[in-house]
């Protein structure tokens, strides 16, 4: 899990849980990589149906 965090988000699991500034910019990107793979996922699908 340590080198995930790592080499995701460029930061360790210690920081990440000890630092709210840190943890919340890690949940905000996560959020956003989240809804974009939700799109792709969407925009393929209309074009394998059409």
């Not at 500034?21 to 996560?30: A, F, G, H, K, T």
């Amino acid at each position: 899990m340590e080198k995930s965090m790592q080499q995701a988000h460029r930061i360790s699991y210690a920081e990440y849980s000890s630092r709210l500034d840190q943890r919340l910019i890690v949940e905000q990107r996560r959020e956003e990589d989240y809804t974009k793979c939700l799109q792709v996922g969407i925009d393929m699908s209309r074009q394998i149906h059409r």
